[in-house]
T-cell receptor
Framework: GAGVSQSPSNKVTEKGKDVELRCDPI?????LYWYRQSLGQGLEFLIY????????KSGLPSDRFSAERTGGSVSTLTIQRTQQEDSAVYLC?????????????FGPGTRLTVL | SQKIEQNSEALNIQEGKTATLTCNYT??????LQWYRQDPGRGPVFLLL?????KEKRKERLKVTFDTTLKQSLFHITASQPADSATYLC??????????FGTGTRLLVSP
């Protein structure tokens, strides 16, 4: 079956521009996560959606970052007024959102480069 | 502060040998620990999960141990192959449905 997909795979933007990154989770997965991975760094948690509950935004680094999930499926991560330190790979993951099924299924990521 | 440590230096071993990777953590009491594999340009892929009441878990050539007293997990790949070359990440459960990841250790298996 189809896995988690993300688009675009690569994005180059100029400092100060806004960008939108998209994630299509596995069908039926109610939980969706966004992470950021900078060169040589681990995965940094950004935000977590579970069904219709309010998202856990505790990992968002600044108010320039926001995310939404429409219809409990597709999610968009938006970065406003991008800065060079935003350059990283942004990974999306999903899972069934059930207790005991915490394995996360990751997409291939979007590599963001801010010039 | 809470911390997860994996050896940042790459581990180079010869084909056929056993690779052992270490994950140490402080100030956590995780219910379980997971190991993921990440290849360049790809997202992590789940390998194994071990719970706090389990000492050891095996899957084919993979073995994971979990010592909650030492706050350490060891990840072993026996009879390693060049195709095992990748970065391996450990992850701890932090609250319901949330994981915190280590920085990963890169494994290079030479033919």
């Amino acid at each position: 079956g189809a896995g988690v997909s993300q688009s675009p795979s690569n994005k180059v933007t100029e400092k100060g521009k806004d960008v939108e990154l998209r994630c299509d989770p596995i069908s039926g997965h109610t939980a969706l996560y966004w992470y950021r991975q900078s060169l040589g760094q681990g995965l940094e948690f950004l935000i977590y959606f579970q069904g219709n509950s309010a998202p856990d935004k505790s990992g968002l680094p600044s108010d320039r970052f926001s995310a939404e999930r429409t219809g409990g499926s597709v999610s968009t991560l938006t970065i406003q007024r991008t800065q060079q330190e935003d350059s990283a790979v942004y990974l999306c993951a999903s899972n069934l959102g059930l207790a005991g099924s915490d394995t996360q299924y990751f997409g291939p990521g979007t590599r963001l480069t801010v010039l | 502060s809470q911390k997860i440590e994996q050896n940042s230096e790459a581990l180079n071993i010869q084909e056929g040998k056993t690779a052992t990777l270490t994950c140490n953590y402080t100030n956590y009491s995780p219910a379980y620990l997971q190991w993921y594999r990440q290849d360049p340009g790809r997202g992590p892929v789940f390998l194994l999960l071990i719970r706090e009441n389990e000492k050891e878990k095996r899957k084919e050539r993979l073995k994971v141990t979990f010592d909650t007293t030492l706050k350490q997990s060891l990840f072993h790949i026996t009879a390693s192959q060049p195709a095992d070359s990748a970065t391996y990440l450990c992850a701890l459960r932090l609250g319901f449905q949330k994981l915190v990841f280590g920085t990963g250790t890169r494994l290079l298996v030479s033919p």
